[in-house]
């Protein structure tokens, strides 16, 4: 891999923010700390506001958001509030359009979609559709849009396949053709940034759910990433800069911030989710039901024609944190609609010692074993998914999970030798 060909462009890309906005970096949380040790959590977005959006006086701004991108609410008053609506009613900021990935800007479309090219109705602001766009047509329209800085502030889900992160990467090369800055706005990894985990992308295998060379659970936040994407891949660096929370620690999941979960996408409802997200998507490259259209997408998973045999062999295996029980479900929508499926949910009981992705091989294989119906895609989106032909074709050859685990080890270890010189918190 050629990962760290630009590696020293880290430190020059990202001195607009230091000199701009020195208060919002990590080494600041200390002023955020309370009495006795006990930290509150502030998110890149609160710490903009908090300085009177400085960073970006004097500019027409544009916002790529979604519904995740919302206030705190509670003991701050004001209730849980969109970001969008609080800086449009702020002189401070002039914010002048407002850019939706998929999903939408307000979060009404399903996976796959988007909410196309509209004014939104409670700002007026003009809101561009981004999805599936990239290069020099999202350059074009973020010059139509007249804006002078792009901002960039979305919930993460920890994992290469969730796309919003190709959402950044794609922003961050269309400003930097247009000429613009990017400011990027963190927020937490719900899952931890404790480690990457599973399989790096082989770049043959670049798709909207894998550009670049990452491994499948990447254990940065989005700001963390967009160091590491104008540091190693992106071909022209854009002008960025980063505002980082305080009081977020690489081992903190979600439920330890004090912030409100708002679902970054119709199939993400909670934070328990986005634990099991990088493994069990898996499931979206083959013929099984990932979940979608029950209360527990990416929990439950199965198929019609399968009994009480996989949660049997899933049990076997001896994962660690994590129990499987025989379930049986009906989806209102996607694969098996209206159907029956039986399977397995998943049930999480130590996160600490939980490895999403290992999980997630372990039933794929047992999968596998137990249904004779098993098949990948036809399409073999499961190499999409996983970034190679490696792990469909080690289980088809009958690898048990240490062995295909094992198979990506080198170039996990060579991807976080990388991933280190780009980690913001401790």
């Not at 979609?113 to 350059?139: H, I, K, N, W």
């Amino acid at each position: 891999m050629n990962l760290s060909r630009r590696g020293l462009l880290a430190a020059t890309t990202a001195s607009a923010a230091a000199g701009a906005m020195a208060a919002a970096t990590p080494a600041a949380a200390a002023a955020d700390r309370g009495h006795g040790g006990g930290r509150r959590l502030r998110t890149g977005y609160e710490r903009l506001a908090a300085d009177g959006y400085r960073l970006l006086a004097g500019r027409r701004v544009g916002i790529v958001t979604n519904p995740t991108g919302v206030t705190r609410g509670g003991p701050t008053g004001g209730g849980v509030q969109h970001i969008v609506d609080e800086m449009h009613a702020d002189e401070r900021i002039d914010l002048t359009a407002v850019f939706g990935p998929e999903h939408g800007f307000r979060g009404t479309a399903q996976a796959g979609g988007s909410e196309g090219r509209y004014d939104d109705p409670a700002t007026g602001l003009p809101v561009y559709d981004t999805y599936q766009v990239s290069g020099q047509p999202l350059a074009d329209i973020f010059t139509e849009s007249g804006v002078e800085t792009v901002v960039f502030d979305i919930q993460d889900a920890g994992a290469r396949f969730y796309t919003y992160i190709w959402t950044l990467y794609d922003c961050m090369e269309a400003a930097a053709l247009a000429g613009l800055p990017f400011v990027v706005l963190d927020r937490p990894n719900p899952v931890t940034g404790r480690a990457a985990l599973g399989p790096v992308l082989h770049k043959e295998f670049a798709t909207f759910v894998g550009r670049e060379p990452i491994s499948q659970a990447h254990g940065l936040t989005v700001a963390e990433l967009a160091r590491l994407f104008n540091g190693e891949f992106l071909k022209k660096p854009v002008e960025l800069e980063t505002v980082w929370m305080s009081g977020w620690r690489r081992d903190d999941f979600f439920d330890a911030s004090g912030l409100p979960w708002v679902p970054p996408s119709p199939n993400m409802p909670t934070p328990e989710t986005a634990v099991v997200y990088s493994g069990t998507c898996l499931f979206e490259g083959t013929n099984l039901s990932e979940g979608r259209g029950t209360t527990r997408p990416f929990e439950l998973l199965g198929a019609e024609g399968i009994d009480r045999k996989w949660a049997e062999l899933a049990n076997r295996v001896e994962l660690d944190g994590v129990d499987f029980r025989e379930a049986y479900f009906e989806p209102t929508f996607s694969k098996f609609e209206g159907k029956t499926a039986g399977g397995v949910q998943i049930h999480v009981y130590d996160r600490e010692a939980f490895d999403p992705v290992r999980t997630g091989i372990a039933l794929l294989i047992t999968a596998k074993q137990a249904w004779s119906g098993f098949a990948w895609r036809e399409d073999n989106w499961i190499d999409k998914l996983t970034g190679s032909t490696r792990v469909r074709t080690m289980i088809d050859a009958g690898a048990d999970t240490d062995e295909v685990v094992g198979g990506w080890q080198d170039e996990l270890a060579d991807f976080r030798a990388v991933r280190r010189r780009y980690l913001e918190y401790r």
